[in-house]
């Protein structure tokens, strides 16, 4: 056996065994029941442990020089090999700088903490969650301090960023965010000004989950996934992950008083589905398999959820279905109208639930409580003061009890720290895309209305998914027509988002 294959088997084996470790965490977040937590923990504290000890072995090691020695000048992406190696090196040389315990004990630390804070959000009590989310933050200083010197890291938070947006650094996503954030204090004062959010919204009123559940498996099932590829299962923070080619798992939240929330964030976690599904299958079992960037990876989500689903060419569509299977709800309501509602801007304490306006900001207050953490200078004691002052400095909302609060969202129990500014960049990069697919396809609105949704289905596939980790996001948005990062199609949109809505 040649170096490239010994590597592609050794390889193979580990993503064998990480993508048993998302079944098992599919599990856990839908059908585990609760009594298992302990030992969900331990089982995948395990996989982690193995799966570590695996990679960084010194064979993998001496098998990349193998191979590098002989694809060393070929260009990103003219070679699977060439692209496999030269992401993989990285990879391993990261990995080399982590022992296998502390990889092991993060898995374990946050499996327990998840599943504390579904009590703790139920009961909302921080102080219920608060030695677990103690614990995650002093491991996650541990992983970070072990990547001091590393080439491109220069900083705590550098080292946590790049576990989601490779080779992003701390202080281009801060220009990054601060660049939309100056975009959208005017657009968040004209909308308060004119008193947007007045609108009546269609989607709240009494919506029988059964019917729901019909409703978004319907949807889905018009969305240009591989067939039999795909399931969609309830949960109580939404989320998509790919157990293996042809095997996309979806979930999404239901509450009876409010449709949008399962209807949006179902389509909004498709969208990550499908690009898991678009990955060439060329280079399945191998660590190119799967997306490069999160930020990529949301801009997907994003673009089907906010620029497809709440569309008025799609909503119009979808109206004769609500009417039908939510009798009493939108009989006097037309498609203007569903339009408007599904595109309200007005100002929410909960960022899943916020509109497309105000989102960004809720995005830059976790970021900017995470950099004050690993900066140490917020006591994690005083993280729910830190947290309301700034939901009031920047939203002017006060914020009740943690449950709207702190423990809103999954990632900080999970150990996700530097997920979060990613939202913010698969905002920005769905704009790009978006105006990038308009000028090859033509008018988008016009092939959403018809109901074909397979040509930008495909066009994304084409320009986006199919490369895995291959190439970099630079070079994914410069061949898919992007030119560099910008937040002006973002804002473009969003200004759009605040017209529509003043005129309400």
């Given amino acids: 056996?040649?170096?490239?294959?010994?590597?592609?088997?050794?390889?193979?084996?580990?993503?064998?065994?990480?993508?048993?470790?998302?079944?098992?965490?599919?599990?856990?977040?839908?059908?585990?029941?609760?009594?298992?937590?302990?030992?969900?923990?331990?089982?995948?504290?395990?996989?982690?442990?193995?799966?570590?000890?695996?990679?960084?072995?010194?064979?993998?090691?001496?098998?990349?020089?193998?191979?590098?020695?002989?694809?060393?000048?070929?260009?990103?992406?003219?070679?699977?090999?060439?692209?496999?190696?030269?992401?993989?090196?990285?990879?391993?040389e990261k990995a080399r700088r982590v022992p296998s315990d502390l990889r092991a004990e993060m898995a374990h630390a946050s499996s327990v903490a998840e599943n504390a804070w579904v009590e703790a959000k139920k009961r909302s009590d921080f102080a219920m969650l608060l030695p677990h989310l103690r614990q995650n933050v002093e491991l996650t200083q541990r992983y970070a301090d072990c990547f001091e010197g590393f080439l491109g890291i220069s900083h705590a938070y550098d080292a946590l960023l790049d576990e989601y947006e490779p080779e992003m650094s701390t202080e281009e996503m801060r220009a990054v965010l601060t660049g939309l954030r100056e975009g959208l204090v005017p657009l968040m004062r004209e909308a308060a000004d004119n008193g947007a959010g007045q609108a009546d919204d269609p989607f709240l009123g009494e919506f029988p989950a059964d019917g729901q559940r019909e409703l978004v498996a319907e949807l889905i099932s018009e969305l240009p996934f591989p067939e039999g590829s795909w399931r969609i299962d309830p949960t109580e923070h939404p989320f998509a992950i790919s157990i293996g080619r042809g095997d996309v798992r979806l979930t999404t939240r239901y509450d009876e008083s409010n449709l949008a929330m399962a209807l949006f964030s179902a389509m909004h976690e498709a969208g990550h589905g499908l690009y898991e599904s678009g990955v060439a299958p060329e280079l399945r079992r191998t660590p190119l398999a799967k997306p490069r960037s999160l930020g990529l990876h949301e801009s997907q989500s994003r673009l089907w959820e906010n620029w497809v689903a709440r569309s008025r060419p799609y909503l119009e569509r979808l109206l004769p279905r609500l009417v039908e299977r939510f009798p009493g709800n939108f009989e006097d309501t037309d498609g203007e109208q569903l339009y408007r509602g599904a595109n309200r801007v007005e100002r929410s304490l909960i960022r899943i639930e916020a509109d497309e306006v105000t989102y960004n900001l809720h995005i830059l207050i976790r970021f900017e409580l995470e950099l004050e953490l690993f900066e140490g200078g917020l006591p994690l004691e005083d993280l729910p003061e830190a947290w309301n002052t700034r939901y009031r400095e920047y939203l002017g909302l006060e914020v009740p009890d943690d449950a709207y609060g702190v423990l809103q969202d999954v990632h900080w129990p999970s150990g996700a720290f530097g997920y979060f500014p990613t939202y913010s960049l698969g905002n920005i990069i769905a704009g790009q895309l978006w105006e990038a697919a308009g000028r090859d396809l033509g008018d988008l609105d016009s092939l959403v209305g018809s109901g074909d949704l397979a040509t930008l289905g495909q066009w994304l596939g084409d320009r986006v998914h199919r490369h895995g980790r291959r190439l970099t996001p630079a070079e994914i948005l410069e061949r898919a027509g992007c030119g560099t990062l910008s937040v002006e199609p973002l804002l473009g949109h969003l200004r759009d988002r605040v017209e529509l809505a003043v005129q309400a």
């Fill in 1 to 92: 056996m040649g170096a490239i294959e010994d590597l592609r088997e050794r390889l193979g084996e580990i993503h064998d065994l990480s993508r048993a470790a998302s079944l098992l965490a599919w599990d856990e977040r839908t059908m585990m029941p609760a009594a298992g937590a302990e030992a969900r923990a331990q089982t995948l504290a395990t996989l982690a442990r193995v799966r570590h000890e695996m990679f960084i072995d010194d064979e993998i090691g001496r098998l990349i020089d193998a191979v590098r020695s002989e694809v060393a000048d070929v260009p990103s992406g003219e070679s699977i090999d060439a692209d496999l190696v030269r992401v993989v090196a990285r990879d391993w």
